[in-house]
């Protein structure tokens, strides 16, 4: 396992990997003295953004990696490479190793972030082109994917994304959880928090007794103005980052989860809630369109886009109509009956498993 890290975090500890097999590139640290840039301009840590990093900065990123990465393969030899991101470090991969074959698994975030830094979109594209292999969330995503590097479809597959089944469950859920909302996500404009919350306010205005619980955290003046409103707000609980158990013991307490972000490739968290028993309300994104719709049924209650002006910033004009569409959405699945169970094998990691390792055996062969 090769990965990007801050130096002053502990040394990573990963799938039972011993620590003689996981090999962090350290930030905040020189060569490297910046935080780790990150695949959205807002994370939930401190990061840098790849869109706001100079010539020198870029230069000595490119370097350090490609100095770790050649060290790390000359040693293990490996038979497949799976990188994560059609970004950077995934161009860099077939320069330091042409033979050997790789698979890039991508999450939406490297074709946006080809917007936002229209200056290495063509580096990206032909250090990537250059992959066996791609791994999508979506069919949509498949599309963008195979006109953007001009790769033909038979080189991508779709895969969805794993959700924890020991940890996302309706194992202890109790019915009490009526009037209960939840957010879960970075405290970002691009995830629509703010207008949720103006939303929430509207609401508390016909049913007093209904609970926002908001899970996540980020980075920079943008989540402290959200932190400082949720503080002041009436009928909100600020939870901050919860792991992987306590969000899942959440999810089991609340009615709906409600997202109304502007851009995701396919939301884990929405097949999480429904794992959890939770009703979903989300914005009608083309992932939670062609993958999670088909699985919630009624369990999901769309809200229509408002009109965009970038790739995740909202026209301001259409932002009314987004708050009311919210509330009406909210109120509608408020009170609305529970849900059954639902199959999710689709989405659980053995079901991903499989098809990452059919994809694996294919390079291999």
């Known amino acids: 396992m090769i990965l990007g890290s801050p130096a002053s975090d502990p040394r990573p500890d990963i799938g039972g990997l011993d620590s003689a097999s996981i090999h962090p590139l350290l930030f905040e640290s020189p060569p490297l003295d910046f935080p ?22 870029l230069e000595r990123y ?5 100095e770790h990465l050649k060290r ?19 161009s860099m991969v077939k320069d330091i190793a042409p033979e050997i074959p790789q698979l890039i698994q991508c999450h939406a975030t490297g074709l946006r972030q080809m917007k936002l830094c229209p ?5 990206v594209k032909e250090g990537c082109a250059r992959a066996e292999r791609f791994q ?34 309706r194992k202890g859920r109790k019915g009490d ?3 209960r909302i939840v957010y879960v996500g970075k405290l970002s404009r691009a995830k629509g928090l703010p207008w949720l919350l103006d939303a929430f306010d509207r609401l508390r205005e016909e049913k007093r007794s209904v609970e926002l619980h908001v899970a996540g955290s980020g980075g920079g003046a943008e989540a402290k103005n959200i932190e400082r409103r949720l503080s002041g707000m009436g009928g909100t609980t600020y939870h901050g980052m919860l792991d992987q158990a306590s969000l899942g013991a959440l999810l089991r307490k609340v009615e709906i989860l409600a997202l109304p972000s502007f851009y995701e490739g396919v ?28 699985a919630a049924g009624t369990a999901l209650t769309s809200v229509p886009m408002p009109g965009l002006r970038s790739i995740d910033e909202p026209v301001e004009e259409d932002l009314p109509e987004f708050v009311h569409n919210l509330v009406r959405a909210m109120s509608r699945s408020l009170g609305a009956p529970a849900l059954e169970p639902m199959n999710l094998a689709d989405f ?18």
């Open 119 to 123: 200056q290495l979109a063509d580096e």
């Open 348 to 365: 659980g990691w053995e079901s991903v498993f499989k098809k990452t390792e059919a994809i694996w055996e294919s390079l291999l062969a």
């Open 136 to 169: 999508v969330l979506s069919a949509e995503h498949a599309i963008s994917l195979a006109e953007g590097l001009k790769a033909s479809l038979d080189r991508i597959h779709v895969v969805s994304s794993g959700y924890r089944e020991d940890h996302f469950h």
């Open 72 to 90: 790390i393969i000359d040693d293990f030899k490996p038979d497949i490479i799976h990188s994560h991101h059609l970004w950077l470090l995934s």
């Open 36 to 57: 780790v840039p990150g695949m959205s301009d807002v994370m939930p840590y401190p990061s840098t953004r790849f869109s706001e990093m100079s010539a020198g900065m």
């Open 177 to 179: 959880d009526s009037g």
């Open 62 to 66: 490119r370097h350090a990696w490609r």
């Open 267 to 294: 939301p884990l968290v929405l097949v999480e809630a429904l794992a959890c028993g939770c009703k979903l309300v989300a914005t009608d994104l083309p992932g939670v369109r062609d993958r999670i719709a088909p």
